[in-house]
């Protein structure tokens, strides 16, 4: 038989290299703002919080018959949060874990870890998308409605935040004798989709991350900010097809102060990794692993004023 | 391991003229079978008889049997349309938007030339009318259908009878979409009264409950401004209202109206108004309104009688059911080719295979 590279058995031609590909992960971004919130085993599985509303200001002064002035009356409000349980697995023959040359439990084991976290954060992202208040981008100049957000868009959420006395989430990133770089206010968050990069970067006023004075500060998920605005950005970000005026997608980008919305997790139900080897779950021959995880979580806005949904197309 | 788990069983009674049928399930199937009980084995010539689905097949095709003589003689049937459409709510099928040519500004009856896979309850967005743009985004309930003529959006038309004003609608599009499913959620309005107690009008089925705390974004040009922002309000404000959000004292979502009714005064208020379509489309944002809390239940609240703003429920009703949830659900759709006959008592099981060790290259 001629020898050539083409009459070479397949195992000769062939190396397994035993270093795996990277797989691609979203950012997670919707949880960064959340207030955590442990809610103890056997204590049901709704947790409340409240909330005393604020009392009126008393301006009047007594008069000189020192009479006691009329009573206000103290007002609660409950925000109650529901939690479910999550769960998922993987079956894997013994046939495959025994005759693979990859550890396939393994990267079963760090898949399975990867939904868990990506399931957590698009839980947080659909509840926000739910919840929260809505306000159109209609600086721009596209025709559409929402526009494509511009830095007009950026302070009139900032305004709203403001006026309901929304506290700050990051705190202002000072000037530096830097060159190109410019100082970023004491800011809100926003958490909006990878596709709103384009329409940051034509921004007018946008200051990308790399342009702040100090990075030591930010998180790799970051893209930049605008006046009082840090923009976070996810691949899983929220998007509503078609809902704009003309029918094209919208980006909600939503734009968080301090305390305005929460996850809660079960003190017994945090996120879990369960393997159960073969002879489990009806496997009198032992031909089948299970490889799973599950969590606890339930999520919720807290302050309505405090989260809004800043909604821009363009992307 | 057994080949297939049982998920459940479920039954329902067709109307007079049959409708899809959304089944809610807790797992994601891969056979289903639809029989029809009252006619099976009877002489009557009947479509649907007995239905099926397996995970292998397309979304929204079937196999089937019918009876297609008096002698009980069954014949096969298959299709690829009208079958069985398996929705997860936490990743629905999307769909193409469809033209349409007007829109009634008062029956909102939205004529189209195609209504192909639109039942009544399905969830519709309305996409640039020419002469109503106000329309546009907003998410509505279809109420009827009538099949490549129309579609009604019975609770706009209910909201419209209310006072809600809306020039007629020339062209533009709908488009078919399943809603996001987190509880409860925000809502659109589409008209709010002028009263001691006002109420709130939706396009689609509203999740709040009496006793939930309820606030409002109405943007300037709306008018009724006032019920912006109530959270933040203290007692004894100007508007000499409850301090804080409103309170939810009656809730209905029946065929053709969406809507619940407030603890709060409007009648000092601006007039709740949608801007004309012009002026929307010059830039505006919606008016909507959102959940903001837990509140005392109201006592005698029901889909007919408004809750008392001042008398508690008896014993004290702690509002458990409006709860921040995740009501995710998987449905199967019973489209009209297997949802069985008119009238018939119709059962449907559902299993899932135990092992699908699909894993590829491993």
New interface residues.
Partial sequence: MTVSIASLPPQIQQRYNAKLLSTPEHNLIHQLFATPVELPDNQGF?D?QS?Y?????FEVPLDDGQNNPPP??L?R??????V?VYATY????RQ?TIT?E?P?LNSAAARLGQSLRETQD??QR??L????????C?GGTNGD???EMTISDVDDVFTVLQ???GEYITNIVEADLRFGTSPIGDAYGCMLTTRMIPVLYNMTGFIKKFQYPNISQTLSVEIGGANNVRFFASEQGSVS???????NDIANCFVAAKEAYKVVWQAGGKARFIYLPPGY???PCML?HTAGCSFYQ????T???WIQNLRSTGI | MLPYSFIGKWDYTNPATPVAVNIPMTDRPDYVIVKNLTNWGDTTAITALESEWFSSMAQGSYIGKSQTITTDALSTTTGTSGGFTFIDQTNPPTYARVAITAVNGTTFVVLTGTTTGINVGDFVRLINVVGAHELSGILFQVTAVNAGVSITLGMAATAATAGWTIANGTTGFYQKVYPNFMYPSLRQVLYITQATQAKVYFGRPNDFTPGELVDFQIPTPYGMTQLSNLTATPQGGPTGNPPGAARVLQTINSATESSIVIDYDTTGFTAFAYPTSANFAGGHSPAVCFPAGSGIVPAGASATVIGSSTIPQSPPGTNLVDAFDNRAQYVMNLGLNVVGAASAHMVVMAFKADFNNAITNA
């Fill in positions: 709704i409340r909330r509303d604020r009392l009126d200001l206000q009356q007002n409000v409950d925000v109650d949060c529901r479910r993987i079956v894997l023959t495959v693979n990859d396939v698009a839980l659909d509840n998308e739910a919840t929260a208040s809505i306000i159109n209609v409605i929402p526009t006026n309901n006395s097809l078609n809902a704009s005026l003309l029918g779950n009806n496997d089948r339930g999520q919720c806005i302050n309505d004023l």
